[in-house]
T-cell receptor, first 113, second 117 residues
Framework: DQQVKQNSPSLSVQEGRISILNCDYTNSMFDYFLWYKKYPAEGPTFLIS?????DKNEDGRFTVFLNKSAKHLSLHIVPSQPGDSAVYFC????????????FGTGTRLTVIP | GAGVSQTPSNKVTEKGKYVELRCDPISGHTALYWYRQSLGQGPEFLIYFQGTGAADDSGLPNDRFFAVRPEGSVSTLKIQRTERGDSAVYLCASSVGLAEGLTGELFFGEGSRLTVL
């Protein structure tokens, strides 16, 4: 059973516009959420994270929003740049007592110049 | 190098053979993780080391899979009697320690792509 779900396998956005990537989770024990970015033939790299005590975390062009009641989070990238084209993975963990991340299946973002 | 290093980058083997995949974590990182990414899926947790001991091996799919980290640095993932379903990219990650690993980031290597024919 997939505890972290990314229902959009792909997304195309025009350069300069906003990219919104969505993620849903089912396990209410998750209290820490992360986004990773992956280029072809490379390992995933950490992008941004958010604790469940917050509903928003911003880092430059990247903002993650968390809606705990809906078990939903989203990553906003604005403005989108061609170099943002990659696969984005949402991940979740239980901050205490667990040592692993549960990943979604990823969303491939293409930013069109 | 400065990052997590994994060898080999590609491994093709025949069904039934034994395979070893190596991970060299970032110097000073005490926590080491193995994940497996199958085609079209996200990474799935296999095993976690804190120092030399396997603190959590709950993600290993069966007893054909085993991992060691004898000196608390380099780790080897061992797969016996490989099956076609074992074909995947095996990712290694490290972090500075348990608390930091969960509150911050894991540093992933580029992965070892295993193909079982």
């Amino acid at each position: 059973d997939q505890q972290v779900k990314q229902n959009s396998p792909s997304l195309s956005v025009q350069e300069g516009r906003i990219s919104i990537l969505n993620c849903d989770y089912t396990n209410s024990m998750f209290d820490y959420f992360l986004w990773y970015k992956k280029y072809p033939a490379e390992g995933p790299t950490f992008l941004i994270s958010i604790s469940s005590i917050k509903d928003k975390n911003e880092d430059g062009r990247f903002t993650v929003f968390l809606n705990k009641s809906a078990k939903h989070l989203s990553l906003h990238i604005v403005p989108s740049q061609p170099g943002d084209s990659a696969v984005y993975f949402c991940a979740a963990s239980m901050q205490t007592g667990a040592n692993n991340l549960f990943f979604g299946t990823g969303t491939r973002l293409t930013v069109i110049p | 190098g400065a990052g997590v290093s994994q060898t080999p980058s590609n491994k093709v083997t025949e069904k039934g053979k034994y395979v070893e995949l190596r991970c060299d974590p970032i110097s000073g990182h005490t926590a080491l993780y193995w994940y497996r990414q199958s085609l079209g899926q996200g990474p799935e947790f296999l095993i976690y080391f804190q120092g030399t001991g396997a603190a959590d091996d709950s993600g290993l799919p069966n007893d054909r899979f085993f991992a060691v980290r004898p000196e608390g640095s380099v780790s080897t993932l061992k797969i016996q009697r490989t099956e076609r379903g074992d074909s995947a990219v095996y990712l290694c990650a490290s972090s500075v320690g348990l608390a930091e690993g969960l509150t911050g980031e894991l540093f992933f290597g580029e992965g070892s792509r295993l193909t079982v024919l």
